[in-house]
């Protein structure tokens, strides 16, 4: 009997995507320098970065990386528990754990392997995991392969969620929400869905990566700016590749937490450690996130200058108070036409298209960063109406 050829299938689904003009494609940055990137020879001002705070190539990174790099070489050989924990990364969990204000924190690789570690130890089969429904991808594929049910709310709808809950009464349940919404921008009702799960029994699980550094009065996210504390939200993850611009994640919360995970987190367990290198300078990065408030007050001053600006040249913003500020296009081929405009008069702002978002809701995601001026906001709101005409 003759089987499908999966490569044959894998082709076909290409071909289809490529019809849609949904098709991704792979570029090559050549250099960087501040909010400016080369390529295809062409120097281009960038909004397309989650460097948030311009950390990605601050001098104190550079020099900590570096010496941490002289003293332990480029890798860390090893998985945590089999040699690959160095004090770097003992240094940096102490200090992410007093940062967010949790009893300890654990590193992981990626916030996408954070999410399905945590997950994968504490949800089995015939357990409960609520998503809001524009949850990042990683929080899906966690709950899926822990086996448990998923069920999705209506985006930040505690109502919708108290719904779901009521579905599954008397079993185990976690409740998973983005902090920071990665393609709309906006902030999950944190109070909220933590007053829910008080009452329902269950676990908040909050993953921060686009609130870590970016809100709080010392940049500690969108659990800190909203007072809560790691009983309202005993699971925090958050990335250290986009506001901190280094590389990694880490979960925060109590001892009891930590410990499981370090004993039940496959993804944790089973791979290479950070590189120290890259720890030494998350460090600096933690440093200056918390500490240069300035930082948070300019990008939040150019956040507030990009809507005004939007808003009086009729430009059509979701409603976001965050450095993601998308550009609500709704037809993929046009979004990626205006993406295209917009790069042959000097700006790099790639289309966001189905199936990262929703049909019909194509869209530029504009991400603003305290490298960017005043001058370079004005820049792209004229070139997007000129591109527009």
Known sequence: MSRPDLLARLSQAQAERA???????????????????????????????????????????REALTAAAQRWGVGATAAH????????????????????????????????MANLGVLGALLREGDLCLQDRLNHACLIDGARLSGATMKRYVHNDTASARRQFETAQGVPALLASDGVFSMDGDIAPL????????EQG?????????GIGVLGTDGAGSVAEAGLDQNDVPVLMAT????????????????????????????????TALPPALAAATSAAVDIARFETWRRVRLHAL??????????????LLPSRTPIQPLLVGD????LRLSRELETRGYYVPAIRPPTV???????????????????????????????A
């Open 240 to 271: 250290l590749g986009k506001a901190l611009g280094v590389c990694g994640a880490f979960v925060a919360g109590s001892a009891a937490l930590i410990d499981g995970l370090v004993q039940f987190a496959r993804t944790h367990m089973y791979t």
């Open 191 to 198: 109070r909220e869905l933590a007053a829910l799960c008080r």
């Open 303 to 316: 956040i507030a200058h990009w809507r005004s600006g939007a808003r009086s040249r009729g430009l059509d």
């Open 19 to 61: 019809e849609a003009d949904l098709l991704r494609r792979l570029r090559s940055v050549e250099a960087a320098d501040g909010p400016y990137v080369v390529i295809g020879g062409r120097r281009l001002l960038s909004f397309a970065s989650n460097d948030y705070l311009g950390l990605a190539q601050h001098p104190r990174l």
């Open 202 to 210: 269950a676990l908040l699980h909050v993953d921060d990566a686009h």
């Open 332 to 335: 993929s081929t046009a979004a």
């Open 81 to 112: 528990l089999l040699g690959g924990h160095r004090d770097a990364h003992e240094a940096l969990e102490h200090q992410l754990a007093c940062w967010t204000g949790r009893e300890r924190a654990l590193l992981f690789s990626s916030g996408y």
């Open 358 to 388: 929703a049909a019909g809701k194509a869209r530029l995601r504009v991400t603003l960063s305290a490298l960017h001026s005043e001058s370079m906001v004005e820049q792209l709101l004229d070139a997007v109406v000129q591109a527009r």
